[in-house]
């Protein structure tokens, strides 16, 4: 039988290792991080069945993290590792919903590997449990938020578990995959509904005015300041403050937003008195916020204090199941704004919509749509009324995987990568037919062979691969 993932959280590679290596002998797929911040960043990208999580972790520590899978609602048990001076932490961390907790160094690895075998079958109940309980089917949307795909259904459950909570939330995704929509609908399900949503964009704010455009000034406190001015934090207080483009804050700007964020009071520049706020903070990025961590240009502490509970948002291509109902709602939506009766999408059209790859996610759809709502002058989305790059094969895919939007190009640039790529199908699939004789493949493709011969080299192909009984 299959067994769960289970990933290790220990700064000392030797007992990662040998546990890593206890752990694939029982064919469970383990693997390791070496720092709480790398394990709650593996814990959002991945499901983890079992997290084996070191009590004295450099930095974030290993009841941090137990706290994050708890607040997270992931579905992971945690299980400590602790030497004997922490006994006690380890003890009262089960109280608090570890699994159990392990005492190093290891006196018996089959207890150890027991351990981790009955947390992964408790698992493995509450997920068929949980199966069970979500039978009711999925919604086509939720506060606004459209998308049927499991990944979003997930996304949906998740803001309504975590409806009731106070903590500070990161949400993450690249351009245009909603995260305003989320961080919105995450206020709107907490029990700070019905108070205000501030949105402040972190690359809008000028370093020097930061202060006093978040807790407000006093009149003549500088030159410019000729009123009492209430800040943005202030103008929140109850409610929700979302902290836009997180990621491009300056060094200097995460200092002073970390000591916002650990206070929790404010005084107004120009000010004397200290005023308490209220907010709860939901910071969003299309940035890899982990990868800003680890090259030093975030603060770590500042990631902790933003990443207590995270959203990340999926691409709309890892999604595409989610195109027709989106495009369906953007329909709806406007040809009732501009007035207009169009109410199909044709099947062509639609085709299309489902074989692009959206670089610019659900914001691109939105503007397709609405384009095409405008143009059309029946009741039907076409073909015709999409836009020339949703049609043609415009994308082109590098080495590395990576998809280049070719309307970017210049036309000498994107015909030759056009060209490059027609090239490699057009002569692998011939080579492939030829079984790799050149000859055969060359005369079918009206060629010479020794012109041929050189496409093929130009093109990077390994005749080789298409030999009989290679
Ligand atoms: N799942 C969705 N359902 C309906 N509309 C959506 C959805 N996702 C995004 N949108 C719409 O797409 C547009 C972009 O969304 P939003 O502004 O939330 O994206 P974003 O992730 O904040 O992008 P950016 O990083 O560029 O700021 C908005 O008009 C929003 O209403
Ligand atoms: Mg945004």
Not at 318 to 339: H, W
Request: net charge neutral; aromatic share 8%.
């Amino acid at each position: 039988m299959e067994k769960g993932s289970v990933l290790i959280v220990d700064d000392e590679e030797s007992i990662a290792h040998a546990l890593e290596k206890g752990l694939k002998r029982e064919d469970f797929l383990s693997f390791v991080a070496t720092s709480g911040v790398e394990a709650t960043h593996l814990l959002t990208k991945r499901e983890v069945d079992v997290a084996i999580v070191d009590l004295n972790l450099p930095g974030f520590s290993g009841l941090q993290v137990l706290q994050y899978v708890q607040s997270n609602r992931l579905l992971t048990e945690v299980i400590l590792m602790t030497g004997k001076a922490t006994i006690e932490t380890a003890v009262s961390a089960v109280k608090m919903g570890a699994y159990d907790y392990l005492t190093k160094p290891f006196e018996d690895f089959d207890r150890v590997l027991a351990t981790v075998h009955k947390a992964w079958e408790k698992r493995q109940l509450l997920k068929k449990v949980q199966e069970l309980e979500k039978k009711d089917g999925p919604r086509d949307s939720f506060h606004g938020i459209v998308g049927r795909s499991s990944k979003m259904q997930e996304l949906f459950r998740l803001i309504e578990n975590v409806g009731s909570s106070d903590s500070n939330v990161l949400v993450l995704g690249e351009s245009g995959t909603g995260k305003e929509l989320f961080a919105r609908a995450i206020h709107e399900t907490s029990l700070r509904a019905g108070r205000p949503f501030v949105v402040i964009n972190c690359s809008a704010l000028s370093e020097n005015l930061l202060e006093s455009e978040l807790f407000g000034h006093k009149k003549g406190s500088f030159t410019g300041a000729v009123n009492d001015k209430k800040g943005l934090f202030e103008e929140a207080n109850g409610g929700t403050v979302f902290l836009d483009e997180i990621g491009e804050v300056s060094p200097m700007m995460q200092v002073k937003l970390l000591r916002i964020l650990q206070d929790g009071e404010l005084r107004q520049v120009g000010g004397v008195e200290t005023k308490h706020v209220d907010v709860r903070l939901i910071a969003a990025t299309n940035r890899d916020l982990y990868q800003c961590v680890k090259e030093g240009k975030f603060r770590e502490d500042l990631y902790y204090r933003l990443n207590v509970i995270c959203f990340s948002l999926p691409p709309l291509r890892d999604r595409i199941e989610d195109a027709p109902v989106l495009a369906y709602a953007f329909l709806n939506r406007y040809s009732e704004k501009l007035g207009k009766k169009v109410s199909r999408i044709s099947v062509d059209a639609m085709q299309s919509l489902q074989e692009y790859r959206w670089l610019g996610n659900v914001r691109e759809l939105e503007n397709v749509i609405e384009r095409a709502v405008v143009l059309t002058k029946t009741d039907v989305i076409t073909a015709r009324e999409l836009p020339p790059n949703l049609l043609g094969q415009l994308f082109y895919r590098t080495e590395e995987g990576t998809d280049i939007d070719m309307i970017h190009l210049s036309y000498q640039e994107a015909k030759e990568r056009a060209v490059a790529v027609f090239n490699k199908t057009y002569l692998s699939t011939l080579l492939q037919q030829a079984a790799g004789n050149i000859s055969i493949a060359s005369a079918r493709a009206g060629m010479d062979r020794s012109n041929f011969k050189k496409i093929i080299k130009k093109s990077g192909i390994d005749t080789n691969l298409f030999k009989k009984g290679t």
